[in-house]
C-alpha cells in the first residue's frame, strides 16, 4: 500500500510555469505522471525510475521535466512553456493504471 499526494497545480497564463510534486507515503520503484483533460483520454505524460531514467510523451518533450528526489519520497514535474491544451487534472501514479494513484492536482492555462 502506498498513498500519494499531488500538489502545485494552478490557474497560468500560456507561457508559464508551474511545478508539480508527488509526495509518496513509502519509497517507490517508478513514478508516472498522467493528465487527463474533460472529454479526453488519460495520457501518460512522464515517468521517472528509481535509478532516474525518465521517458516523456512527444507532446511535452523539451517542456516539461520530470524528477525525483528519493530522500523525501517525492516526485516532481516541472512544466515550462505551458500551453492551453496542457489544462488537465494531473495525476501521480505508480504501479500503472491498476496500481496507486493521487488524488489529481488541476493545472488551467489560459490563452
Known amino acids: 500500500q502506498v498513498q500519494l499526494v499531488e500538489s502545485g497545480g494552478g490557474l497560468v497564463q500560456a507561457g508559464g510555469s508551474l511545478r508539480l510534486s508527488c509526495a509518496a507515503s513509502?519509497?517507490?520503484?517508478?513514478v508516472n505522471w498522467y493528465r487527463q483533460a474533460p472529454g479526453k483520454q488519460r495520457e501518460m505524460v512522464a515517468t521517472?525510475?528509481?535509478?532516474?531514467?525518465?521517458e516523456y510523451a512527444d507532446s511535452v518533450k523539451g517542456r516539461f521535466t520530470i524528477s525525483r528526489d528519493n530522500a523525501k519520497k517525492t516526485a516532481y514535474l516541472q512544466m515550462n512553456s505551458l500551453k492551453p491544451e496542457d489544462t488537465a487534472t494531473y495525476y501521480c501514479?505508480?504501479?500503472?493504471?491498476?496500481?496507486?494513484w493521487g488524488q489529481g492536482t488541476q493545472v488551467t492555462v489560459s490563452v
Open positions: 501514479n505508480t504501479g500503472g493504471p491498476s496500481g496507486y
Open positions: 513509502r519509497t517507490i520503484f517508478s
Open positions: 521517472i525510475t528509481i535509478t532516474s531514467r525518465t
